[in-house]
């Protein structure tokens, strides 16, 4: 995060408002022919200045890459104002429209930390809403994208503030009314990505704090961050996916928090704005293991397993485990119930021998494209790679599954079932209560 008044920044800020102020519509993106040439930058820099070019320059090179993550913009607003760091540390617009829905509607929020604002669009739509970044820059991308992202009508109103975090504690002593705390911790102080939340900026202990003096709200963690297993607040860890990987740990606080530890939540989203959440306690042993796979081997999705919850999903729906949690999973029945897995049908196993695959994938007609390996040491590209032939060129497409079973290396040629999609925007996978 950068410091207030560092000079470049001070610099890059001016030169940013003269940007909005001049365009506040930024029309001049319009006109931009990707890649940029040198000649179109040397006529930016001739108009607008070589600050100000470098502005357009980076804004129109992150316009398709902003509306990927953010949505496109709503009406009356055609672009997103973006740096690149800020935009990879920015949560997606499902996460964040997600998130936004387990706050109570017309409840004040805070949103700490709030970067480009990509969780405030979303929080906005859920109650009146104070968005504050240490960072004046951030905080000027935040105000100008809660303009641009707000083609809700049900919007409620949105200020932004440009000050330190600890704003949030003389705030929440002025007001009579329960508020609700979303906080976004840096988590690359120093431009180094950092898992353990005690070095996020700021650090877990300081934001855990803030929480004493409101009714609840959430933390957003990296995905492989670590959390004390004893706190002074109410809580719950959930993991969320979206597109075959992991997003966001959350730490839900106080009246958001739901079942408490040991329980813990996985969910996967998708891009229809539907999840499905299961919730169980973490269990590491208990599942009978299979020696090699069955008919259908199960590849988990990757907020079960980083939520530690792959023995208790396969035991609810009665897997055989292969090489323990961090292993595939495998069974005689069709039926896979839920979006959290993937099954594919076995059509041979045996081992892994690249000669033998080469053989066995000609003969079954299948060009083994997706390579998933549990378990092993071994490297899907170099597998890819080295299972090239042209005789199975226009063969069906297939999956090769290396995995670990009966203390024996396997692979298995299968073929993928249809993806099961999320139904529905509030039902729990794990039990039978809906969302608050």
């Known amino acids: ?10 610099r890059r800020l001016t030169s940013l408002d003269r940007l909005l102020q001049t365009d506040p519509h930024l029309r001049v993106l319009d006109d931009l022919q990707l890649p940029l040439s040198a000649a179109q930058i040397t006529r930016l820099r001739d108009r607008w200045g070589v600050e100000t070019a470098d502005w357009v320059a980076s804004l129109g090179e992150l316009q398709r890459k902003a509306s990927e993550k953010l949505g496109p913009p709503g009406p009356g607003q055609s672009h997103w104002v973006v740096t690149a760091r800020a935009l990879q540390q920015s949560s997606d617009a499902y996460s964040a429209a997600y998130k936004a829905n387990r706050f109570p509607g017309g409840a004040t929020i805070i949103d700490v930390c709030c970067g480009i604002g990509a969780d405030a669009i979303a929080l906005r739509q859920r109650g009146p ?25 049900t919007a409620y109103p949105a200020q932004v503030v440009a000050g330190l975090a600890e704003r949030v504690l003389s705030v929440s ?13 840096d988590r690359r102080p120093g431009d180094r990505r950092a898992t353990d939340p005690r070095r996020y900026q700021p650090a ?12 609840g709200g959430v933390v957003k963690l990296a995905p492989a961050a670590t959390v004390p297993l004893s706190l002074p607040l109410r809580y719950h860890r959930e993991w969320i996916s979206l597109g075959g990987s992991v997003r966001q740990q959350l730490l839900w606080i106080g009246k958001l928090a739901g079942a408490e530890p040991p329980y813990r939540s996985a969910t996967t989203l998708d891009a229809q704005y539907c999840h499905v959440t299961f919730t169980a306690s973490p269990q590491q042993s208990g599942l009978p293991e299979a020696t090699a796979p069955l ?23 009665g ?9 595939f999973f495998t069974t005689d029945s069709r039926e896979v119930p839920s979006p959290l897995a993937k099954a594919y049908e076995v ?7 690249v000669k033998t695959l080469k053989r066995v994938a000609a003969e079954r007609g299948r060009l083994l494209l997706e390579i998933k390996v549990r378990g092993t040491e071994h490297d899907p590209d170099d597998l890819r790679r080295r299972l090239r032939s042209k005789r199975t060129v226009g063969g069906q497409p297939a999956t090769l599954l290396v995995g670990r079973g009966g203390g024996r290396v ?3 040629i299968a073929d993928p079932a249809p993806p099961r999609h999320p139904t529905s925007s509030n039902i729990r996978s794990g039990d039978a209560s809906r969302r608050p």
Do not use: K
Not at 1 to 10: E, F, R
Not at 173 to 185: G, M, N, W
């Open 204 to 215: 877990l202990e300081d934001v855990l704090r803030w929480f004493s003096c409101c009714d």
């Open 129 to 153: 809403l104070l968005a504050i970044d240490a960072d004046p820059l951030i905080a000027r991308m935040a105000a100008y994208n809660l303009q641009t992202g707000d083609h809700l009508q």
């Open 410 to 412: 396997f692979a298995a």
């Open 173 to 185: 002593e002025d007001r009579r009314q329960p508020f609700f705390l979303h906080i976004d911790p």
């Open 319 to 327: 897997w055989f485990g292969l090489c323990g949690p961090q292993g």
């Open 1 to 10: 995060m950068s410091g207030v008044g560092n000079p470049d920044d001070v």
């Open 295 to 317: 008919r259908w081997v199960i590849d988990l999705d990757p907020a079960i397993r980083a939520a530690g919850l792959s023995v208790a999903f396969a035991r609810q729906h």
């Open 347 to 353: 059509v041979w196993s045996g081992p892994a021998d």
